[in-house]
């Protein structure tokens, strides 16, 4: 099949290759996905940088990427979960970094997967795993629901759009902090817009004057802002910054669970979740993504399209 991979670590794009390499073996429990799309994350090049070296076991060469929607084409032994033709995605993490998404065939264990949801295309399902479940897994841990007051950090990016979606559906009155250009777009999710930087403690406690009950912050660096704004008794948690542990926050990892996925996948089904497509990228242009993904200026997903 054919793949992107690197033999080595490097901070730039320097040993991303595309290339010929063996088909993956297929063992008992296990979906093989042919794979229509491939959601690009930040932590996909962060990996290759060596930056989770001290957390995760490295095999090189590896294929990156963590996303997945496709074809089932084959199924291990024992995996009544799931037939040949059936149109699925996953989060498909593993325990050891190696065999990941960005090539033309992935397996996975049955139960970090889940059907697609037939109100997305391939692009918006291979986009929507690893963010979707990030943003469900933060508001979970923050416990957001009606008579919230939450404020998300990050809110255009595409963990960011996600979050106000499904926070806006448990209830929560949403405030989102973006650039200008980006408050549009924020609006159309139900978002309250507010710009980042210097003097957003301030902007946010004009909406909010009381405080927010909770605060989601997808960006990372915000943990001043963060403190600044919670109202008495309120919950924070962070996906880029651990330090907020030692605040009484949360340092949020997602971890594989079909079940999950399978809910937001009813979600996108019944018209509450959808997911923007910024831009999508074939293999040969993986270095491409990376790069625009390392900008932080995007909004919405970015996907691999083998």
């Not at 990372?220 to 910054?241: F, K, M, N």
Request: aromatic share 6%.
């Amino acid at each position: 099949m054919r793949a992107v991979t690197y033999d080595a670590y490097a901070a730039d794009n320097s040993r991303l290759r595309v290339g010929e390499i063996p088909d993956p073996k297929l063992g008992p429990g296990e979906v093989l996905i042919e794979v229509r799309a491939a959601g690009v994350n930040p932590v996909d090049w962060k990996v290759m940088a060596g930056l989770l070296d001290g957390m995760m076991q490295t095999i090189f060469p590896v294929v990156p990427g963590w996303d997945v929607a496709g074809v089932v084409r084959a199924v291990g032994p024992d995996t009544p979960e799931f037939a040949p033709g059936d149109q699925v995605m996953a989060y498909a993490r593993k325990s050891v970094v190696q065999a990941g998404t960005f090539a033309e065939l992935v397996t996975m264990p049955a139960p970090g997967v889940a059907r697609k949801p037939s109100a997305l295309d391939w692009n918006q399902a291979g986009g929507l795993p690893l963010a979707g479940m990030t943003a469900q897994r933060t508001l979970d841990r923050l416990e957001v629901g009606p008579g919230d007051v939450l404020l998300v950090h990050g809110a255009a990016g595409g963990v960011g759009g996600l979050g106000v979606q499904i926070a806006r559906d448990r209830g929560a009155r949403v405030i989102g902090t973006a650039s200008e250009a980006n408050h549009g777009y924020l609006r159309e999710l139900g978002a309250e817009p507010v710009t980042y930087g210097e003097g957003l403690a301030g902007r946010v406690h004009e909406l909010a004057p009381d405080g927010v009950t909770a605060v989601a912050d997808f960006a990372g660096g915000q943990l001043a802002a963060t403190l600044a704004v919670l109202a008495e008794g309120g919950r924070h948690a962070s996906i880029a910054d651990n330090t907020v542990e030692r605040h009484g926050g949360h340092w949020i990892w997602v971890r594989p669970d079909g079940a999950k996925l399978a809910g937001l996948a009813a979600l996108a089904d019944r018209g509450a979740l959808t997911v923007k497509v910024a831009q999508t990228f074939p293999l040969e242009q993986a270095d491409a993504a990376f790069d625009v993904s390392r900008s932080g200026h995007g909004r919405g997903k970015l996907v691999i399209t083998p």
